[in-house]
């Protein structure tokens, strides 16, 4: 008895066609060839303007299925098959014949097409495909992250944008595993969230590199974690002050259980982000500077992702934030901010008047001084940077002013950053400007609406300026900005295309920092498009395997920038994450590779014709 695989064992049709599905559309068919032939052959092969395809016979069976393998497309035809199992002659993955399933997780399944057989002849189905494409994919996206396989996640990540799932979808299904399968957030969620926030500043087709890194990068967060465990709300439903007050105590004395149970009855009891943001800002900031300003980057990025995929994710996404926030080491810990000057009782001094500061103001938040006082913060005397941010405070500063003024102030540290400093040095530059973007987004969120108790947060502000004011030394000698004290750019192209391949390629070498910089302060001076500028930061970053860091300092770049936007202070910006990503750029582009390969497949190219021909 023949048994002809990819056709369903008991539909209508076949119980009244013998098997054979003789109504369908002739076009999606093509002949294979005789059944005799297929059996004096084995197999096979089916060419035309549809992907080849591969028909085998084995043992009174007739399978057709995608000639392309589908771990780096190369052909099947030139396989094994023994006891129904199909084996890729070229990195050897095994598939079961009969449903295309791979046993070797790495290579993915392989599609099969339905077969007919009319009068003797073979005729497979042409056009492979999924009845539910965006299930189909949801599903492989799920595999691939719980595998954490490269080229699954990728072409899964594909498949979904093809079939039209929107990108904050197939963010939320990545960022939903992450959380459930990690005991604490991590770089993974922080590098997808970085990444989403930054689609709408791609070129469309990247969009899906962007999504494969983040999703990746999840998945690779995961390996050797513990899973997370739930913790559940508190059962009564206090004010929102009080649970401020002992979110802050369990931060202060490290009892993570019931600093996440305050928090999520928090959220049970329906607080806004905004007071949500104000009481973990208190909380965080109960230590300075913690964790080199990773553990309040990360609160700041679960609240940005749940702005991506929904706040009904609350309770599964914030508290993941805590782990760290009541593990972190704070800054008061270490000595340079003790010896010799001690810049955690001058915060803590400052922190104490700032009640009346803000009460001074008598809320008159119309001060726009900003890129004033990020001057005054580049300072070299800390009571005096902490002065300059209290009378920014009387004269009718918001806490986010101050945010915005920090950021500014530290960017413009990085595009100082001397070439004559360790390498490594990037990093203690990078980490002030990261977390006083996330300072400054924390109190936007927080608002003005209840100033006289949301004023802890700005210990976060006070906080930074330290470590800006301890990160002065990377600045001497300061490297130049270009195009600025009489310095001509004039030995650049002017043209914005030939600007862009310029900075490309600048990115393709090591150690051209000063040349990347230059470009972007030409492009933007000659007046050309700065979101074209970023899209090509953007691609130059995607393109590498990045490291994390990468991917904070263009989003909070590109966020600032947004804030700035087209003045001194925003090229300036625009100039320190250029000259961060140059100095850390190229890599292997390993990823990259991964990326296009799943791409390809995905398309029906085959990869083996295109090697050969390239
Ligand atoms: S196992 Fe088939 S191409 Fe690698």
């Known amino acids: 008895m023949l048994t002809l695989i990819g056709v369903p064992a008991a539909t209508p049709k076949e119980s009244a066609m013998g098997g054979m599905l003789m109504d369908a559309p002739i076009k999606e068919f093509a002949l294979a060839g005789s059944l005799e032939e297929l059996k004096a052959k084995g197999r096979l ?14 043992r009174g069976r007739v399978v057709a299925l995608d ?38 997780l790495w290579a993915d399944d392989v599609p099969i097409c339905p077969v007919e057989l009319r009068n003797g002849d073979v005729w497979v189905k042409t056009t492979v495909g999924h009845a539910d494409p965006a299930a189909h994919w949801h599903q492989r996206l799920a595999d691939g992250l719980a595998h954490d396989i490269g080229l699954v996640i990728a072409k899964a990540v594909h498949g979904q944008l093809a079939a039209d799932v929107p990108p904050a979808a197939i963010v939320r299904q990545v960022a939903l595993f992450g959380a459930q399968n990690r005991d604490g957030w991590g770089v993974g969620l922080t590098i997808l969230t970085a990444l989403a926030n930054l ?9 899906y590199l962007a999504l494969f890194h983040g999703a990746r990068r999840v998945a690779a967060d995961r390996d050797g974690q513990a899973p997370r465990r739930e913790r559940v709300p508190l059962g009564s439903r206090r004010e929102s002050a009080a649970l401020k007050r002992w979110l802050q105590h369990w931060t202060k004395v490290r009892h993570r259980e019931a600093a996440e149970r305050t928090l999520l009855t928090a959220i049970a009891a329906g607080l806004s982000p905004g ?28 609240f940005e992702c749940l702005d991506l995929i929904g706040w009904e994710y609350a309770p599964t996404l914030l508290p993941t934030v805590v782990g760290q926030m009541v593990a972190a080491r704070g800054a008061e810990e270490s000595t340079p901010w003790r010896h010799p ?33 990020a001057r005054e913060l580049l300072g070299d005397d800390p009571a005096r940077i902490v002065d300059a941010l ?25 595009a100082r950053f001397g070439n004559a400093n360790e390498h490594a040095d990037w990093e203690t530059t990078h980490h002030v400007f990261t977390y006083a973007n996330a300072v400054h987004q924390m109190l936007t969120r927080v608002g003005t609406a209840k100033l006289d108790s949301y004023v802890m947060g700005v210990r976060g502000v006070l906080h930074g300026a330290m470590a800006l004011y301890l990160a002065r030394y990377l600045n001497v000698p300061p490297a130049r900005i270009p195009g600025e004290g009489g310095e001509q750019l004039d030995d650049l192209p002017a043209d914005a295309a030939m600007i862009r391949a310029a900075l490309l390629d600048a990115f393709d070498r090591q150690r051209q920092v000063d040349l990347a910089a230059r470009l972007v302060a030409r492009h933007l001076a000659l007046g050309h498009s700065p979101h074209a500028v ?36 925003g090229r300036h910006i625009l100039i320190a994450v250029a000259r961060y990503l140059a100095a850390h750029s190229p890599t292997e582009r390993a990823a990259l590779q991964t990326a296009d390969i799943a791409q390809r497949l995905m398309r029906g190219g085959e990869l083996h014709h295109e090697a050969a021909a390239s």
């Open 45 to 58: 092969l089916v060419h035309g303007s549809h992907r080849p395809i591969l028909v085998i016979y084995d």
């Open 275 to 302: 007071v949500l943001a104000d009481a973990l800002l208190a909380a965080e900031t109960e230590r300075a500077f913690a964790d080199a300003g990773h553990s309040l980057d990360f609160i700041n990025k679960a």
């Open 534 to 569: 970023i899209a090509t930061l953007a691609f130059a970053l995607l393109r590498e395997d990045a490291g994390f860091h990468a991917y904070q300092m263009l989003e909070a770049g590109v966020r600032q920038f947004t804030v700035w936007g087209n003045t001194d202070a």
């Open 341 to 373: 000057v001690d810049l955690v009782a001058l915060c803590d001094k400052a922190t104490r008047e700032l009640p009346e500061l803000f009460a001074t103001s008598n809320g008159a938040h119309d001060w726009s001084d900003h890129a004033a006082l």
């Open 67 to 104: 000639n392309r393998c589908p771990h780096m497309g190369f052909p099947l035809e030139r396989g094994s098959v023994e006891d129904g199992i199909l084996t890729c002659h070229w990195h050897h993955a095994r598939f079961d014949l009969e449903s295309g399933c791979t046993f070797d």
């Open 390 to 414: 209290k009378a920014a405070i009387r004269a009718g500063a918001a806490p986010a002013d101050l945010g915005r003024s920090l950021a500014y102030a530290a960017a413009f540290r990085v």
């Open 199 to 207: 689609l709408p500043a791609l070129w469309e087709e990247e969009a």
